[in-house]
């Protein structure tokens, strides 16, 4: 069974700032994908930015971007010039690639962040 | 541009109680499913379906049932409620058809705040 860590409950950093937010994951999986949600106060889930595993290339949208080290199993999301409206809860996710079949997300814990201004 | 709406946003029941759990989605999605959110832990998979009259378990089934008799509604059902059920509750859906449709991402509903007493 595959598993997701987010090993920092809260961040919390000013406006402008760079923040990086971490996550593992454990799989014998050789071909799957990763995901990072936002989740803000409207408890609405908001797909950031996601990650094939077979790419090298690092996945990036606009001020968010990740660092997936697929050999150490790790998958961090930056986020550049933070602004106010990305204060929200957010989620790391794996997904087992499907041939056909329903997908399934195994989220981790997820990591409060909060943007000062 | 409804989306996926899920009904009702909030509900109190008491132990023993049961209810159902509405979600619609119009975008003629294959797929939806049903998750659970607590504190200090990310989604949970509670069943899903892969289409029109079918349904399957996910992680965390027990006490719950499920059905989908029409495409475009999932419903999620307690039929004897737990305080162990006190949740907030997730659908989402996937179009689950045409080329990499595993890679498409999950479109959620805004969540069901749900307390048993």
Known sequence: AQTVTQSQPEMSVQEAETVTLSCTYDTSENNYYLFWYKQPPSRQMILVIRQEAYKQQNATENRFSVNFQKAAKSFSLKISDSQLGDTAMYFCAFMKLHIQGAQKLVFGQGTRLTINP | ?117
């Open chain 2, 1 to 117: 541009n409804a989306g996926v709406t899920q009904t009702p946003k909030f509900r109190v029941l008491k132990t023993g109680q049961s209810m159902t759990l509405l979600c619609a989605q119009d975008m003629n999605h294959e797929y939806m499913y049903w998750y659970r959110q607590d504190p200090g832990m990310g989604l949970r998979l509670i069943h899903y379906s892969v289409g029109e009259g079918t349904t399957a378990k996910g992680e965390v089934p027990d006490g719950y049932n499920v059905s989908r008799l029409k495409k475009q509604n999932f419903l999620l059902g307690l039929e004897s409620a737990a305080p162990s059920q006190t949740s907030v509750y997730f659908c989402a859906s996937t179009l689950g058809q045409g080329p990499f449709y595993s890679n498409q991402p999950q479109h959620f509903g805004d969540g069901t705040r749900l307390s048993i007493l």
